[in-house]
């Protein structure tokens, strides 16, 4: 806390962002953390694990949980994922309902709005993102549509705030941040200052190679890989002054054909899945790494619980 910040009015709390897949929720928590601390695609569901992200101001504190896409599942892996979301949001002090402006509020949208309908006395606030793809003319229309979903789902006034959000172009970032400040307790901080998130290393190493994996690649693979950390040790034999870390990775699929897709001919797209990575990494660890890749064929593992559980779902 700062010396600034009076003890009474200092807020802290947690805050979900959910909304079908690809609707900026990742991408908006690394603007309001101001770090990247979640993967981001342009392919959706490629969030696998709830990630807190922690933004600090002189008068707040909120950590931020970026969960799956919330979705009708249609794998044991989907359902999961489902799963996850809905304990999360049992749990939170407030919720931002993201719905992307390039996009008209769909049977998916409606699909959320319902779930959260059903939660007891969470504020809901609707996160209308990604509003540098649209006209003033279209924002505006669907900010209309918007809150009528609000007051249609949820009752009375609808939703408890309605925030227009460019995080690409830091357009009401920070207002988005207030806005969700405003819903939550008062409370001493709950984060040490400069902590970014509470995320395992390893997690965060296995979405950082996932990302890399995903560009570019078709529309298949995003469901079928996972990424698995198997060890992160210090090289042996290393001065002080010139150290390195050893990263060992499998990157898993469901069948030999993505697996040649990830490869690519000759280990060239590995390579560069490699080298993307890397930059990523050694900038969340502040060392120099050696990474070693490897993809393995875990056959259906979507919807096999003994793989589910061992891929760490």
Known sequence: MTENSSEGSYR???AVLVGRPNA??????NALVGQKVAITSAKPQTTRHTIRGIVHRED???????????HRPRTLLGQRLNDLVAGTLSEV???GFCLPANEKIGPGDRFIANQLAALPNKPIIALVTKTDLVSRAALTEHL????????????????ADVVPVSAAEDFQVDTVAKVLAGHMPVSPPLYPEGELTDEPVAVMVAELIREAALEGVRDELPHSLAVVVEEIQEREGR?????????????????????????GKGGARLRDVGSRARLGIEKLLGTRIYLDLHVKVAKDWQRDPKQLGKLGF
């Open 12 to 14: 802290a709390g947690f």
């Open 24 to 29: 900026g929720k990742s991408t908006l928590t």
């Open 60 to 70: 707040f504190q909120l950590i931020l949980v970026d969960t799956p896409g919330l």
């Open 93 to 95: 002090d407030t919720i």
């Open 144 to 159: 209309i549509a918007v809150e009528a979903l609000g007051r249609e789902v949820l009752g009375g006034l609808g939703f």
């Open 239 to 263: 001065s002080e002054d010139n150290p390195l870390l050893d990263v060992h990775v499998n990157l898993y699929v469901e069948r030999s054909s993505q697996k040649a897709i990830i490869i």
